[in-house]
């Protein structure tokens, strides 16, 4: 097993909570960023900033990518 497979392995609840700070479109694109923190078994992270780059399919987004 990988270390990233043994760490999941590991965790019995965890649980994601996002908060939009912003989206910004420009026609069929846009980039979301949001503040993310978790809780893993009952403990709390660090927030942290995501960016999602999104695109539009028809009247809905699409996730393209995300990061740091």
């Not at 809780?39 to 900033?49: A, E, I, N, S, Y």
Request: hydrophobic share 40%.
């Amino acid at each position: 097993r990988t270390r990233l497979e043994e760490a999941f392995r590991a965790i019995r609840s965890q649980r994601v909570s996002m908060t939009v700070e912003s989206v910004e479109i420009r026609g069929d694109t846009a980039i979301a960023t949001v503040s993310r923190q978790d809780l893993l078994d009952g403990r709390l992270t660090k927030r942290v900033k995501m960016m999602f780059r999104l695109s539009r399919a028809g009247d809905s987004w699409r996730i393209e990518g995300m990061g740091r």
